[in-house]
């Protein structure tokens, strides 16, 4: 299972590093709040959706990007060394 560890958790943000091994996942779960990602590494996620559906995301260092609250989903490290990516989460 990826790790969360939790760096700003706040009544505004809640900014979370995810690092993951090869094989973690973060486990089924559907974001609360509208958040942005910021990847540490290039690299590639799986992606499997709440109706089991997959994509691969391709992601670069540094190449945020943003999704409204909703998104449920699981997300599954698909590279062959370990992963990690910044959330932040917009609590208000």
Excluded at 52 to 65: D, H, M, Q, R
């Amino acid at each position: 299972m990826a790790k969360a560890n939790v760096l700003i958790n706040n009544d505004k943000v809640k900014v979370t590093e995810w690092s993951f091994e090869v094989g973690d996942s973060t486990g089924h779960h559907i974001h609360e709040y509208n958040y942005i990602v910021i990847p540490m590494l290039d690299g590639e996620l799986r992606i499997v959706d709440k109706d089991n559906n997959e994509t691969i995301s391709k992601l670069t260092k540094g190449g945020a990007y943003y999704r409204e609250k909703g998104v449920e989903h699981n997300v599954l490290n698909n590279n062959n060394n370990p992963y990690s990516f910044i959330e932040i989460e917009l609590i208000k």
